[in-house]
């Protein structure tokens, strides 16, 4: 099972950006959807943003026009360039296979933090 480590979150203000990777621990090629997920105090993990190895990118209403989601097969790295951030957008971000495996690891995930 691919495991992924996420960085790149911190403190922004709102309207800042901040750009997120993800470092797969194995090959992504063959893995079909690759996703950003989310988890706010409190409140459920939601997917924000997935892509296929080839179609249509998926994002959350929520984050549709500020957020895009990337991948670099290569490099084993998913991205997610965040723009527009707002104080809703704080939460742990989290990326995963769409849908994850069964009893998947979560790991810390990276912290953003959205506050003037």
């Known amino acids: 099972q691919v495991q992924f480590v996420e960085s790149g979150g911190g403190l922004v203000q709102p309207g800042g950006s901040l750009r997120l990777s993800c470092a797969a621990s194995?090959?992504?090629?063959?893995?079909?959807?690759l996703g950003w997920y989310r988890q706010a105090p409190g409140k459920e993990r939601e997917l924000v943003a997935s892509?296929?190895?080839?179609?249509?990118?998926n994002y959350a209403d929520s984050v549709k026009g500020r957020f895009t989601i990337s991948r670099d097969n290569a490099r084993k790295t998913l991205y997610l360039q965040m723009n527009s951030l707002k104080p809703e957008d704080t939460a742990v971000y989290y990326c995963?296979?769409?849908?994850?495996?069964?009893?998947?690891?979560w790991g810390q995930g990276t912290q953003v933090t959205v506050s003037s």
């Open positions: 892509i296929p190895d080839f179609g249509s990118l």
């Open positions: 995963s296979q769409v849908p994850p495996p069964a009893h998947y690891y």
């Open positions: 194995g090959t992504i090629r063959s893995i079909y959807r």
